[in-house]
């Protein structure tokens, strides 16, 4: 299912998160000068304000062979929801956000 649409910008990305009726503007910036491996790529915060942090994502590649965003957004309640940042096949450019 789709959750959202996104484009690439000079910090990272910025698009909407779509659940439950529920938009949100957000913006995943690049994380400068990660500390080890497993240290995110990306902090993801909503596109107004960037003192708020909604979780983390990472630069992955698939099993095909085709690069993606591993999402952890932090919900209220804390609870963890996961999500993909896939390039749309067909219009280069655009990245839509997955869930399974």
């Known amino acids: 299912m789709i959750r959202g649409t996104f484009t690439t910008t000079d ?8 659940s439950f ?10 994380v ?18 960037d003192r708020i942090d909604y979780g983390a994502a ?3 590649i698939s099993k095909e062979n085709r690069p993606y965003v591993s ?3 932090t919900l ?3 609870t963890p929801v996961y999500l993909r940042l896939f390039e ?6 655009i990245y839509e956000l997955v869930s399974d």
């Open 11 to 18: 910090r990272g990305y910025t698009g909407e998160i779509r």
């Open 21 to 30: 009726g529920v938009r949100e503007q957000v913006e995943l910036r690049r």
């Open 32 to 49: 400068e000068g990660k500390d080890n491996d497993k240290a995110p790529d990306f902090r993801i915060h909503p596109a107004d304000d």
């Open 58 to 60: 990472w630069a992955k």
């Open 71 to 73: 999402f952890k957004l």
């Open 76 to 78: 209220l309640g804390g």
């Open 88 to 93: 749309n096949e067909t219009t280069p450019g």
